[in-house]
């Protein structure tokens, strides 16, 4: 009987050694992800058809705003709006606003409204507006002389008003902050009634009825 050549003569401990090489199909694979790799280096490190990691996730946001707006359209950059967005609590807007804030305000604002380097949101006293309305267009063209930096360029509309409306929310908190008061006293914010989700409900079935006869 033959001995079988995948058995070697080289024997170690008392272990024969035995051939049994890697399958070609492993070496396929390794030779594959070796070109993938080198491909794939270029393409996100060196190639200018890829985009950066801010511009994916700049992308990602920009899909995830479209989709979350979508149901409402776009939002007027008024009073009404304004505190209609801020009166709404606990749901997907003040998360939305909140994480906005905390992304672009909170390096200078604080993480309250407090002041930082920027002045204190909480209290009564404002620097470069007169209204509500004012706070949108502070946002959107910026204000002492750049200090505060203009957002229209890297917020859409929506994103503006949403976030105006909370930092609009903040007001009357009066939190200590490291600047202390800044600008003026000015008028409180408007009130509106706002309709409320059983309100537009009966609203609805008072016009169901009356067509109905």
């Known amino acids: 009987m033959s001995q079988d050549p995948r058995l070697l003569d080289h024997v170690y401990d008392g272990i024969q050694e035995y051939d049994n090489p890697t399958p070609g199909w492993w070496h396929a694979i390794f030779l594959g992800s070796v070109v993938f790799s080198a491909a794939y280096l270029f393409f996100w ?25 979508g149901d409402i359209g776009e939002l007027e950059p008024d009073a009404r709006t304004l505190m209609t967005m801020m009166d709404v609590e606990g749901g997907k807007w003040e998360l939305v606003a909140r994480g906005l804030y905390r992304t672009n305000c909170v ?3 604080g993480q309250d ?12 006293y404002y620097k470069n507006l007169t209204d ?10 910026g204000a002492a002389n750049g200090s505060m930096p203009a957002w229209k360029q890297r917020l859409n509309d929506n994103q503006i008003i949403v976030l105006a409306s909370y930092v609009a929310s903040l007001r009357g908190k009066n939190l200590p902050g490291p600047r202390g008061a800044e600008g003026e006293i000015i008028a409180p914010w408007p009130e509106f009634e706002i309709p409320t989700a059983t309100d537009e409900a009966a609203t609805e079935d008072d016009q169901g009825t009356t067509a109905g006869g």
């Open 132 to 141: 509500v309305e004012g706070i949108v267009t502070v946002l959107e063209d």
């Open 107 to 109: 390096s200078c604002h």
């Open 45 to 69: 490190h060196a190639s200018p058809l890829a985009k950066t990691h801010l511009e994916t996730a700049q992308a990602t946001e920009a899909r995830f705003m479209e989709a979350l707006f």
């Open 113 to 124: 409204g407090q002041g930082l380097v920027g002045t204190n949101l909480t209290d009564d």
